[in-house]
């Protein structure tokens, strides 16, 4: 069964730049699209992007300026990086994996990241 | 950007009962070259990742119990839990991934009563 792990930084100062990993095991990541999407503190989920196993991403248009999602298939992980971060970016972050049908089908646990000075 | 709204924002159920909750698209979810509907439902319990439990708007995921079911075509959408279990407490959210940018409902609390 795929498994997908978050990783990274809990806290980002204002300004700065978060970045997150994805780690997936129990499968590859070739073949697929995995998204990322987030969910501030008792809110909904907001997607993010996606990215290819092939490279390819598309953004989520009210954060396309400052998202940017890659992968390293030697490695299975996928990853994700926004730039000049405030408080309105404090959020749990998801990975998550596409299926043949598009939709997501596996899910990480999700990490917390917040946005403080 | 596709706007996905869910019915209702909260919801108390008694155990055994019936549960409904409803999701309206702000467009069409259906794709016309394989006839199918865009359109999926989760399961989010607290401190958890959602869980896919419906997609294609009616297709219930391997494993998830038969008391869940999906259905709804165009823009309207409805998942029904026919005998509520005191595990079915949770927030539940639609989901259209038919067009980018992908988009949730949301969500709907469902509590007992």
């Known amino acids: 069964q795929v498994q997908m792990q978050e990783s990274g930084p809990g806290l980002v100062k204002p300004s700065e730049t978060l970045s997150l990993t994805c780690s997936v095991s129990g499968g590859s990541i070739n073949g697929y699209y995995w998204s990322w999407i987030r969910q501030p503190p008792g809110k909904g989920l907001e997607w993010i992007g996606y990215i290819y196993y092939s490279g390819s991403t598309n953004y989520s248009p009210s954060l396309k300026s400052r998202v940017t999602i890659s992968l390293d298939t030697s490695k299975d992980q996928v990853s994700l990086k926004v730039n000049s971060v405030t408080a309105a970016d404090t959020a749990v972050y998801f990975c998550?994996?596409?299926?043949?049908?598009?939709?997501?089908?596996?899910w990480g646990q999700g990490t917390l990241v917040t946005v403080s000075s | 950007d596709i706007v996905m709204t869910q019915s209702p924002d909260s919801l108390a159920v008694s155990l055994g009962e019936r549960a409904t909750i409803n999701c309206k698209s702000s467009q069409s979810v259906l794709f016309s070259s394989n006839n199918r509907h865009y359109l999926a439902w989760y399961q989010q319990k607290l401190g958890q990742p959602p869980k896919l439990l419906i997609y294609?708007?009616?297709t219930r995921e391997s494993g998830v119990p038969d008391r869940f079911s999906g259905s709804g075509s165009g823009t309207d959408f409805t998942l029904t839990i026919s005998s509520l279990q005191a595990e079915d407490v949770a927030v539940y959210y639609c989901h259209q991934y038919y067009s980018i940018p992908i988009t949730f409902g949301q969500g709907t609390r469902l509590e007992i009563k």
């Open positions: 998550a994996r596409h299926s043949s049908t598009w939709v997501l089908d596996y």
């Open positions: 294609w708007a009616s």
